[in-house]
């Protein structure tokens, strides 16, 4: 039924009918009312124009001739186009964090460890990124990844062998990555944004591998949440100085000579060049002691 179909809002309203604040033969129904509940019917406004409530939302003039929603969804031509509009994504994008609360929740302390996808498996970080899965897990960790190759796979890897809970968070990406196969505990993401939720609310410190654009997103993203307070106790650790200390260098010596940080800002980042320094440090930030 078409907007202009339906009956006047008068129509179904008796003038006996009386509510606390509306005048009996009022066309203008209360919110809960018997012929106002759902929202999504035309009344009229003091001034005669048209008016409509659409859940929360109040339609007025021209847009109270909007179709219903009901409208919109059963007569749709186009059955799959609702799944591209953004209040489905709203949808969508909810059901992917209850997804990663309800999984995670009980995970227990756990530490994400960062790195370049493209580590290849005969490369000294991917040997250190497997002894890095190993000892978070005899320090007490679990152990979070973005589940991809790389320095990611030596993570889980590490963590797998050690008998830890080895966890991949994976996102859509243009090109086909997949969940690595020392994943245990798996959930793959559309949204970049949910996702880094993730990696933040569960994880009790960051252990950085040398990477690329992705894991400078996410090294910067945690310093952020570090400096501005809405995340505490949180050791940010970098392995590789020969990788890291240019960017280091840079920080100091452009944005600290600058004024656009401060000089407390770099004691968010420490700097080693081991598996077991990394390690210790994350351990002892959060209370735990690394037990090898």
Known sequence: MSPSQHPAANDDVRPSTTHDDVPAGSDRLPAGSANGTGGDRPT??????????????????????????????????????????????????????????????????????????????????YAIGEEVGRRLVEAGYAVITGGGPGAMEAANKGACEAGGTSVGLGIELPFEQGMNEWVDLGINFRYFFARKTMFVKYASGFVVLPGGFGTLDELF???????????????????????WRPLLDWIEGTLLAEGTISAKDLSLLQLVDTAEEAVRIVAASAGHEHAS
Do not use: C, H
Not at 223 to 236: A, E, R
């Open 221 to 243: 993203e945690a310093m952020t949440l570090v400096q501005t307070g809405k995340v505490t106790s949180f050791p940010i650790v970098l392995i590789g100085v020969d990788y």
């Open 44 to 125: 009229r406004t003091a001034a005669g124009q048209p008016a409509r409530r659409r859940g929360s939302v109040e339609l007025r003039r021209s847009q109270a001739a909007t179709p219903q929603s009901d409208n919109m969804l059963l007569d749709a031509d186009d059955t799959g186009g609702f799944v591209r509009t953004d209040p489905w994504r709203v949808l969508r994008i909810q059901s992917e964090f209850v997804e990663g609360f309800g999984t995670l929740a009980d995970l227990g302390p756990a530490i994400s460890v960062f790195g370049s996808a493209r580590t290849a498996r005969d490369s000294s970080f």
